[in-house]
């Protein structure tokens, strides 16, 4: 009887730690050379490269989400070597939320996230609002980019899917299939030490 019970337990340690490694598993994933992101049904978007003028910047902005009057805010920290660009997510208390690690140069993506979140898309988001309109033209797949001043408009099948405005520190995407706002604002940006340029581009 005794030994039937610590066999037992054996088997119930063990089907707990294949559940938590799979749970682990789930949440940090390692991509290799996967960059399209899905924005629409007839939108993809292909990550672009870190423009020449964002290289060694560190950001940190709000990014609030409005969607059917409920809203949400995180705090983005994003920094910016030559061959990499690292997105720590975090609540506005400080809380960890997501890290997204994506190396240029080698074409890889780590992510880390706590909650269910898509990364990739806030990363495509971001730099529908902060890239330069001829890097968005690239990495649109199906889509269309028209730009008036500082309008942004994104069109696929005749339809109109984003409508953004960027300002000098604020920016304003508004996806207008799925319903939803988000706002942009940087709090702070700086220039990356030359040291921490070096310690990035190490793979």
């Not at 940090?28 to 990550?47: G, K, M």
């Not at 060694?56 to 705090?75: C, H, M």
């Not at 269309?144 to 953004?164: F, S």
Request: with cysteine; glycine share 6%.
């Amino acid at each position: 009887m005794y030994l039937g019970s610590t066999v037992l337990k054996q088997m119930k340690r063990g089907i707990l730690l294949l559940c938590t490694l799979a749970f682990i598993s789930a949440c940090v994933s390692q991509l290799n050379n996967v960059h399209q992101v899905q924005l629409d049904d007839n939108i993809t978007y292909v990550l672009q490269p870190i423009p020449e003028e964002l290289i060694n910047t560190g950001i940190l902005a709000s990014f609030s989400v409005n969607q059917q009057g409920k809203e949400e805010q995180l705090l983005m920290q994003v920094e910016m070597s030559p061959s990499r660009l690292l997105i720590s997510g975090m609540t506005v208390e400080g809380l960890s939320l997501f890290s997204l690690d994506w190396h240029t140069s080698l074409g890889t993506l780590n992510i880390d996230k706590k909650i269910v979140i898509e990364p990739l898309r806030i990363l495509a988001e971001l730099q529908l609002a902060l890239w330069p309109s001829t890097s968005i033209s690239q990495g649109l797949a199906q889509g269309q980019l028209h730009v008036k001043e500082n309008k942004r408009e994104i069109t696929a099948a005749g339809e109109v899917i984003y409508q953004i405005t960027v300002n000098e520190n604020n920016s304003e995407l508004i996806n207008l299939k799925q319903n939803y706002t988000i706002a942009v604002d940087e709090i702070e940006r700086w220039l990356l030490t030359t040291e921490q340029g070096k310690l990035e581009t190490k793979p």
